[in-house]
């Protein structure tokens, strides 16, 4: 298996992901939790709706209807909601007890089985 070499952004003196990770934990510690739901499966499923509403928004900015009137599309918004869909990605990660190095190993577990399956002709 030949390995790829994942490059990251020297992000003061660390990793990037590390960096999101830290970031992540520093926002949550200052927001009100009091209506988070306090068991893990119902956090998880809290986590995919707003996922897949960031989704959504995203996905809204491009002219996917092909009835409407093409928009430019807004390139720099359409980053705004791709961080908005690593917050909730990160704190779904940090829930299910997954850091950074979990992250990449579960990564590049995932990304073999995709490669076999694309030798396979899945």
Not at 24 to 44: A, C, F, S
Request: glycine letters at 4%; one cysteine or more.
């Amino acid at each position: 298996m030949a390995r790829i070499k994942i490059e990251t952004e020297a992000n003061e003196g660390g990793d990037s992901l590390e960096a999101i990770f830290q970031l992540q934990k520093e926002y949550v510690g200052m927001l009100d939790l009091k209506r988070y739901p306090t068991e893990v499966e119902k956090r998880i499923s809290s986590l995919c709706v707003a996922i897949i509403h960031e989704a959504v928004e995203l996905q809204r900015m491009t002219s996917w209807k092909w009835w409407k009137k093409v928009e430019e599309f807004d390139i720099d918004h359409a980053k705004e909601e791709i961080v908005d869909l690593w917050h909730f990605i990160v704190q779904a990660s940090t829930e299910l007890g997954m850091g950074p190095s979990d992250i990449l190993q579960e990564y590049r577990r995932k990304n073999e089985i995709n490669r076999e399956r694309e030798r396979k002709g899945y």
